[in-house]
């Protein structure tokens, strides 16, 4: 294990213990990736782009837009991908562009302040003043400032709408207000105010921003959990978590000969 904790390591220990066995202790490389964190990884690299593009001021150019998203694509229909029914590179890739038209027509940016800007810092319980005691690391998408306000925003690809209950319980989001708060990008007093903007990877793509925030409570909750997450690492409590994930682990072959 690294010296460092991130989001995508708590994650994949809350979604399944032994696939983070296999993932980050194993460090066994996997034969796949599927083709949704691929196209995922497409459309954040085309979003950085339309967001430099606007830090630095330069027009905005619609095809170029849609040749970073291409240009990401293809770079990723270089690896293995398994891809789900009905999908293959080309369709993904008219998807691809679809959904960036959509954003190019739907998405209105404040004045940016950071893109794709990577972070380190100590996790903090409010209440008690522990700190965990492994840096969490982790990058901010965006952070723009909006009426005054400075935003911590998300980009998410998805196939269905999320739910209020999605966009609060969001341990991404937690673990963003959090490391802003550290870093003094907002008032150590208070709430984060956060966004997660949507790209809806449907027949008819739709942009959808969610706002929410994030306060002490959610702070000290997060704390916890981190807490636990490590503490079921290190006492090497690692066991499979059998749902709906499982079709498409690429770690399946392993699970079924543990």
């Not at 229909?77 to 293959?88: L, Q, T």
């Not at 990008?185 to 809806?200: A, F, I, Q, S, T």
Request: with cysteine; net charge negative.
């Amino acid at each position: 294990m690294k010296d460092y904790i991130s989001y995508s390591q708590i994650s994949c220990y809350l979604r399944c213990p032994l696939e983070f066995k296999f993932r980050y202790i194993d460090q066994i490389e996997p034969p796949f990736a599927p083709s949704s964190v691929v196209f995922g990884e497409a459309i954040h690299r085309a979003l950085a782009f339309f967001y430099r593009q606007a830090m630095e001021g330069r027009s905005f150019s619609l095809p170029e837009l849609l040749d970073a998203f291409e240009e990401g694509w293809r770079e990723a229909g270089e690896r293995k991908v398994r891809y789900r029914e009905g999908e293959d590179f080309e369709t993904l890739l008219e998807r691809g562009k679809e959904m960036m038209r959509v954003f190019a027509a739907k998405a209105l940016p404040g004045r940016v302040i950071a893109v794709e800007e990577d972070f380190e810092v100590e996790l903090r319980d409010p209440f008690t003043g522990h700190i965990f005691h492994l840096p969490v690391m982790g990058t901010f998408d965006l952070v723009e400032e909006l009426d005054g306000r400075t935003v911590i925003v998300d980009h998410k690809t998805s196939s269905r709408r999320y739910t209020p209950e999605d966009v609060a319980e969001n341990l991404q989001l937690s673990i963003y207000a959090a490391a802003a708060k550290e870093l003094g990008l907002v008032p150590e007093e208070g709430e984060v105010l956060l966004r997660m903007d949507v790209l809806l990877k449907t027949k008819s793509p739709d942009l959808i921003s969610y706002y929410t925030r994030r306060g002490d409570q959610d702070q000290h909750r997060l704390f916890g959990i981190v807490s636990e997450v490590w503490k079921g690492i290190e006492e090497e409590v690692f066991y499979p978590r059998q749902d709906f994930h499982c079709r498409r682990c690429p770690f399946l072959e392993e699970c079924r000969g543990w």
